[in-house]
């Protein structure tokens, strides 16, 4: 779904827009929000964040978009270009931008989410550091918080299982025996999943594991992308993987599945899975799972587990923020409609993205979250009883 409003829905929001922001621009520089996107999905969170960090550094706000949501730009109190930025907030992931300014990455889905650099604290790009900045952060506050955070942990994985749904190893092994009959592939190799691969990235480490699968005899390599659609339920397809090469980042060792992790993730330092960089790192953690599996072991191991619960309760509750002014995703076609008439009502300085938005500012913190690390014993962390 990329277009979910139409014109009508753009005028009320402009309305509302205009209304719910008055005057409140800034003049102690620039901050400027791109968002070149279809989805007013997109656009609003963008220009929504970009305007708390206005409200934090005194700045006007300068928008990039398209054509189309000039005029919300506008309502939102978007000035013309003035001169160099002070920050940038940005839909794109675009990993190679150089954070010689604070950079904000406002992530899809959910309530709200976002990821952060700031200058003087690496020396690459957003997409080199990132990751282990996010690592820093998870092992700061999330693993040694642990026990703490596993009952809300363990309840995030299993809303978070979707179409995943075997409840017992002897389930498992049963659909595993089904799903290799039914591609007529033996049973008895260890059967290793590839999926996630986008065309031109990771080139190298995907051609290299087309390699290693053409010339290994010992597994069972499924390629997920030449499948025939809905050839397999995720019940199946799951049951029968013993290890996933994926291209991005995965919940499934979470689930029991251990993961090779080819390509990028905000996570992937986190330690829930097996990184891999080069071809030649490939090629061995493929050989140490073929090899392993084999003899009926697994790579996964149990600490390994436990950060992956622990990434995706970070990634889907602790760094997802509530708030009244922005609807949930999911909404869709009603998301326009509904975010109008939160402008209409909601304060546009008491909600709690802005006390989020700040903390992630003043503690130059590399993810936005809904609550406080550092005073843990004040927060409810299940995510039915968090506020909405």
Not at 24 to 33: E, I, Y
Not at 150 to 174: I, L
Request: charge should be negative; proline fraction near 6%; hydrophobic fraction near 40%.
């Amino acid at each position: 779904m990329r277009r979910v409003v139409d014109d009508e829905h753009v005028d009320q929001l402009v309305s509302a827009a205009r209304d719910h922001w008055g005057d409140s621009a800034g003049d102690a520089g620039c901050v400027v929000a791109e968002a070149f996107d279809e989805d007013v999905r997109v656009v609003v969170r963008t220009v929504m964040v970009a305007k708390a960090v206005c409200g934090l550094l005194s700045a006007r706000l300068v928008v990039l978009t398209d054509p189309r949501w000039r005029p919300l730009a506008e309502a939102f109190g978007a000035a013309a270009d003035l001169g160099p930025p002070d920050a940038l907030v940005t839909s794109r992931m675009d990993r190679c931008v150089r954070t010689d300014i604070p950079v904000v990455h406002v992530h899809g889905t959910g309530a709200l989410r976002a990821y952060a650099l700031f200058p003087g604290q690496s020396p690459g790009s957003f997409g080199e550091d990132l990751p282990g900045r996010v690592a820093e952060f998870f092992d700061q506050w999330v693993w040694p918080n642990r026990e703490t955070i596993a009952p809300s942990a363990e309840r995030t994985a299993w809303r978070a299982k979707e179409g995943y749904q075997v409840r017992t190893d002897t389930e498992r092994r049963q659909l595993r025996l089904y799903g290799c009959s039914r591609l007529r592939l033996d049973a008895d190799r260890p059967t290793i999943t590839v999926f996630g691969h986008m065309p031109g990235r990771d080139t190298e480490l995907f051609e290299e594991t087309e390699r290693y699968a053409a010339a290994d005899e010992s597994a069972n390599w499924l390629f997920l992308d030449r499948l025939r659609s809905g050839a397999l339920s995720a019940n199946i397809l799951w049951s029968m993987t013993d290890v996933a090469v994926t291209f991005g980042g995965s919940d499934l060792p979470a689930f029991g599945v251990p993961v090779v992790q080819a390509g990028w993730s905000e996570g992937a330092a986190c330690g829930a899975t097996h990184v891999v960089r080069t071809p030649e790192e490939l090629r061995y953690r493929l050989g140490e799972a073929v090899a392993t599996h084999g003899k009926g072991e697994t790579i996964l191991g149990p600490e390994q587990r436990e950060r992956a619960r622990l990434w995706l309760w970070l990634r889907r509750c602790a760094a997802d923020v509530p708030t009244q002014i922005l609807p949930r995703w999911e909404l869709g076609p009603d998301y326009p409609r509904a975010l109008t008439v939160a402008l209409r009502h909601a304060e546009r300085d008491g909600d709690p993205l802005f006390d989020a938005v700040r903390r992630m500012w003043e503690r130059r913190e590399p993810v936005l979250t809904r609550f406080d690390f550092q005073d843990l014993t004040r927060t409810t962390l299940t995510p039915a009883r968090s506020a909405r």
